[in-house]
C-alpha cells in the first residue's frame, strides 16, 4: 500500500462536525483522496455536487460525510406522514448498497443517527421493521425503496440530502424511471442537497443532474485507467486452450486472490466445474446467485477462504474487494468500458495489480474497441506452452444448470411436464396412419404384421380403384394407340356439343354491373 493516491489535504482541515471527526479519527483516516479534497469542501457548504471518479477512490466517505455533518448541523423537518426519513442514498447493486452501509458504520459511531437498508432478494420483513421503527439515513436499491415508499413503510417529504451513487450504472440497469419517481416525491432541488456521483459524466447523466438538482459544481477526477500500478498483459489462446490456460496462471500465482471475469453465466458454471474438479478453491458470483449465498461468498473471498472469484459483471462496478492481487478477464467485454471497471478490482486505493486479458477466438474483435477506448495497446505475450495446466482432470459438465437436459418423462428443467394431450411432448407431429408399435400397450409381432398388411381407406373419391389394385399392371387396359386417340377426340366432340354455361356473376360486382337481387 502506498500513500500516493491521497492529496495533501487533511479531513482535520476541513469544517466537518466534531462527532464526524472523531469517526474519521477512529478509522484511521488522515488525508483526502482527490475527489474527497475536491468535494467535500463544496458540499460541507450545503453546495450541491455532481461528481465523476474511478470507482475506489473514496466516493463513498466523501458523500457519507458530506451527508452526516449535514444532518448534525440542521434541525429535523416537520412532517405530517408516516416514518419521514431525512437522508436517502441509491445504489445501483445489492452489494454496493451493503457496503456503504458497512462504510457509513464507523463514521456515525459517535453521533445520534441511525441508518437502514433496503435491497431486494431477502430479509423483507426484516428491512421493513428496522425501518418503521424509524431512521435517519435510508440505504437502499431502487426496487426495494420503492416497493416500502408506495406502502407508506416512510416518507419522502421532509427528506434534506439525496445521494445516487454510480448514476451510469442507473441507466444500463434501466433504473432511471424509478429514479426519477422518487425525486418527483422529494421536496423540490432548492431544499435539499444533492449528491450525485458517477464513473462517467455522459450527456445523459448531466441531463438527469441539471433536471434534479440545484446548480450543482462539477468535480471531475480523471480516470487513471492504468497508471503504473496496474499491470496489463495479453495472451491469445485458441477457446480449447483457455482453460488450460487460465488453470495454469493461477496455479502460477500461488494462492493470490484472482478474480475471473465471464461473460455469460453458462461459461461461469463451466470454468467453476473445472476448478473444484482440479481441486482450487473458487466461488462463482453471478445475478441470479440468491442473496444470501452472493453474501456469504463475497465474506469467504475476503477473508480468504477461497482466493478465486468467478463473476459476471455484476462484480465490475463498485465492490470495494481488498489485496485483489489480479484480474483475469477470460471472455474480453463487449463493452469497452466495462474493461476498465473490471481491471478496477486489483490495484485500488494505492495498491498495486495485474490486469490479464485472454484473446481468443470468440471475442478476439472486442480487443480493437477496448484499446481505443483505453488510448493504447496492450502487450501481448504468444508464447503460452509453459503455462498451459497440464493433466486437468475432466468433470462432468451434465450436472451444471445450464445443461441439464430434460427426462425421460418428458419434464424440463424446472420439473414442469411438457407433454400435450394424449401423452405426446409439446411441438410433437403425430402420423394418424401410422401403426402404434410400442410394446408397452402388450401388441404382439403378429399385431403389428397384421396392422401392416391391413386394408387402409384412402381419402378422396371412394369410387376411385383401390391404390393396390391401380399398382397391379395386369388390371390396366390393354388399348392399342390408334383406340386411345379415338377415345380421346370422342370425348372432345361429347365436350362441343354440350351447352355453354352461364358464367357466374361473383356477390361483389364490377364496376357498371348491377348485382341481382337475391330470393
Not at 415508499?149 to 445516487?164: M, N, P, T, W, Y
Not at 477457446?239 to 494462492?255: Q, R, S, T, V, Y
Not at 482440479?278 to 477462504?305: H, I, M, T, W, Y
Request: hydrophobic fraction near 35%.
Amino acid at each position: 500500500m502506498t500513500d500516493t493516491h491521497l492529496s495533501d489535504t487533511r479531513f482535520s482541515e476541513l469544517d466537518i462536525h466534531a462527532d464526524v471527526q472523531k469517526g474519521i479519527e477512529t478509522i484511521g483516516f488522515e488525508f483526502c483522496t482527490p475527489i474527497q479534497a475536491m468535494a467535500l469542501p463544496v458540499a460541507l457548504q450545503g453546495k450541491d455536487v455532481s461528481g465523476q471518479a474511478q470507482t475506489g477512490t473514496g466516493k463513498t466517505a466523501a458523500f457519507l460525510i458530506a451527508c452526516f455533518h449535514k444532518l448534525l448541523n440542521s434541525e429535523r423537518k416537520e412532517s405530517k406522514k408516516k416514518n419521514p426519513i431525512r437522508a436517502l442514498v441509491i445504489a445501483p447493486t445489492r452489494e454496493l448498497a451493503i457496503q456503504i452501509l458497512e462504510d457509513g458504520k464507523p463514521l456515525i459511531k459517535h453521533t445520534n443517527l441511525k441508518m437502514a437498508i433496503a435491497y431486494g432478494g431477502t430479509d423483507y420483513e426484516k428491512q421493513r421493521k428496522d425501518i418503521e421503527s424509524g431512521v435517519d439515513i435510508l440505504i437502499g436499491t431502487p426496487g426495494r425503496v420503492i416497493d416500502y415508499f408506495k406502502q407508506g413503510v416512510f416518507a419522502l417529504d421532509a427528506l434534506e440530502v439525496i445521494i445516487l451513487d454510480e448514476a451510469d450504472r442507473m441507466f444500463d440497469l434501466g433504473f432511471i424511471a424509478d429514479i426519477r419517481y422518487l425525486f418527483r416525491a422529494m421536496p423540490s432541488p432548492e431544499e435539499r442537497l444533492n449528491l450525485l456521483f458517477s464513473a462517467t459524466l455522459s450527456h445523459r447523466v448531466a441531463e438527469l443532474a441539471y433536471e434534479h438538482m440545484s446548480e450543482p459544481e462539477v468535480v471531475k477526477i480523471e480516470a487513471e485507467i492504468t497508471g503504473d500500478r496496474i499491470e496489463e498483459i495479453a495472451y491469445m489462446p485458441s477457446n480449447e486452450e483457455k482453460i488450460p490456460l487460465l488453470m495454469g496462471l493461477i496455479e502460477k500465482a500461488d494462492n493470490e486472490k484472482c478474480v475471473v471475469f465471464i461473460n455469460t453465466k453458462h461459461m461461469a458454471e463451466k470454468i467453476e466445474a473445472w476448478l473444484n474438479a482440479n481441486e482450487f478453491k473458487c466461488a462463482l458470483l453471478s445475478g441470479d446467485v440468491p442473496q444470501k449465498k452472493r453474501e456469504k461468498l463475497l465474506s469467504n473471498f475476503k477473508e480468504g477462504v477461497c482466493n478465486i472469484l468467478i463473476a459476471t459483471d455484476v462484480a465490475a462496478r463498485g465492490l470495494h474487494i481488498p489485496d485483489v492481487n489480479f484480474v483475469v478477464n477470460f471472455d474480453l467485454p463487449t463493452d469497452a468500458e466495462d474493461y476498465v471497471h473490471r481491471i478496477g478490482r486489483t490495484a485500488r486505493a494505492g495498491a498495486s495489480g495485474t490486469a490479464i486479458s485472454l484473446i481468443c477466438e470468440t471475442y478476439a474483435m472486442n480487443i480493437v474497441d477496448i484499446e481505443e477506448f483505453i488510448e493504447h495497446s496492450i502487450p501481448v505475450e504468444r508464447e503460452i506452452t509453459d503455462l498451459i495446466f497440464k493433466d486437468a482432470k475432466v468433470p462432468d459438465l451434465s450436472q451444471l444448470r445450464s445443461n441439464r437436459k430434460k427426462d425421460s418423462r418428458g419434464k424440463d428443467g424446472r420439473g414442469k411436464d411438457t407433454r400435450g394431450k394424449g401423452g405426446r411432448k409439446s411441438g410433437e407431429r403425430t402420423n394418424r396412419n401410422a401403426p402404434q408399435r410400442t410394446a408397452a400397450r402388450g401388441e404382439s409381432e403378429r399385431d403389428v404384421d397384421n396392422d401392416k398388411n391391413r386394408e387402409r381407406r384412402e381419402k378422396g373419391n371412394p369410387n376411385r380403384m383401390p391404390r393396390r389394385e391401380r399398382d397391379d399392371e395386369s388390371n390396366e387396359p390393354q388399348q392399342s394407340p390408334e383406340e386411345r386417340e379415338a377415345a380421346k377426340l370422342a370425348a372432345l366432340e361429347k365436350r362441343k356439343q354440350e351447352p355453354a354455361k352461364k358464367p357466374r356473376i361473383p356477390l361483389r360486382g364490377r364496376r357498371g354491373q348491377e348485382i341481382p337481387a337475391i330470393g
